[in-house]
């Protein structure tokens, strides 16, 4: 069921990008402006979407005494969780938090913020780093960063699209029955977009987490790191705010939006059903034998 409403959501992103093409630029040409558009930002967010996160972030290699704490960690669930071992990344920030990124499993990456680090005891490192990985296994981390940069392409064209007006350059002739249909498309063509994307975030973390503690056997683990998570959320961490559905967590203190607009489930909601699923595990000793 999640496979399908990710795919139907992630084609209502790919026809909205066709379709402000058409707007922009008008007839058939300009559908085809946007549907070459769309299917290079699908290839181009498929193939480097670990070395655009990383370039975003700022990522850097693991330092000796960073990958002595770290390597152990993710090589015992990767194996737990039939899967290659990621490349680990630091992400030079104070503020706590974590993402998974990369085309397939075996282009796999793991970042973690320096924060994240000095925060977390190993048992909820473990959990977080259980969280990424199953984001990875489920090949989460292709959907978002598609959704994240398709997104993005939209709102560029709005932007474009703006710009063109504001400038006069549209021809005079037709120009006031053109502008009655652009100009509402271009004020609501990236919210609905930035609503899609948003969707297809929400409805992979619930998975993530329930993966997460059956690798680990500790929801409760991750739990505290959640909780930990968001009594210590900052300002916000460097890097697009486009990305910010890769992370564990939303890096921002407070949003005004409404859960509409929310890139991950209520924190608390999370917190709840991990405690639940303790008491599930509690009966399945010995999960991966």
């Known amino acids: 069921m999640n496979f399908i409403k990710t795919v139907v959501l992630l084609s209502l992103l790919s026809g909205l990008l066709t379709f402000t093409g058409y707007l922009l630029i008008g007839g058939v040409m300009g559908a085809l402006i946007g549907l070459v558009i769309g299917i290079a930002v699908n290839f181009s967010s498929w ?16 330092d000796s005494r960073e990958k002595a704490r770290l390597q152990p960690i993710v090589e015992v669930l990767s194996s737990r969780a039939k899967l290659p071992v990621p490349k680990l990344y630091i992400i030079p920030t104070s503020v706590p938090n974590a993402f998974a990124t990369g085309r397939n499993p075996k282009h796999g990456v793991v970042g973690v913020t320096e924060g994240l680090m000095r925060l977390l005891p190993d048992d909820e490192l473990e959990g977080v780093i259980a969280h990424e990985l199953t984001h990875i296994k ?62 297809i975030s929400r409805t992979r973390e619930y998975s993530a987490d329930a993966g997460a503690a059956a690798l680990t056997g500790n929801p ?35 949003e005004l939006a409404t859960r509409l607009f929310s890139t991950h489930p209520p924190t608390e909601a999370r917190i709840q059903k991990l405690l639940k699923l303790e008491l599930q595990l509690r009966n399945t000793p010995n999960y991966y034998e």
């Not at 193939?47 to 693991?62: E, G, N, Q, W």
């Open 138 to 199: 489920n090949r989460d981390t292709l959907t978002q960063t598609i959704a994240s940069t398709l997104a993005g392409a939209i709102s560029l064209l709005a932007q474009i699209g703006s710009d063109m007006i504001f400038r006069g350059l549209f021809n005079s002739r037709n120009s006031g029955l053109r502008l009655f249909t652009l100009l509402p498309t271009l004020l609501f063509a990236p919210i609905t977009a930035t609503i899609l994307k948003l969707a």
């Open 220 to 254: 409760r683990a991750l739990a505290n790191a959640l909780d930990r998570l968001q009594n210590n959320r900052s300002v916000g961490i460097n890097g697009n705010v486009a990305f910010k559905s890769l992370l564990i967590i939303n890096p921002f203190k407070k």
């Open 47 to 62: 193939f480097y979407s670990d070395k655009i996160v990383l370039k975003v972030y700022k990522a850097r290699t693991p």
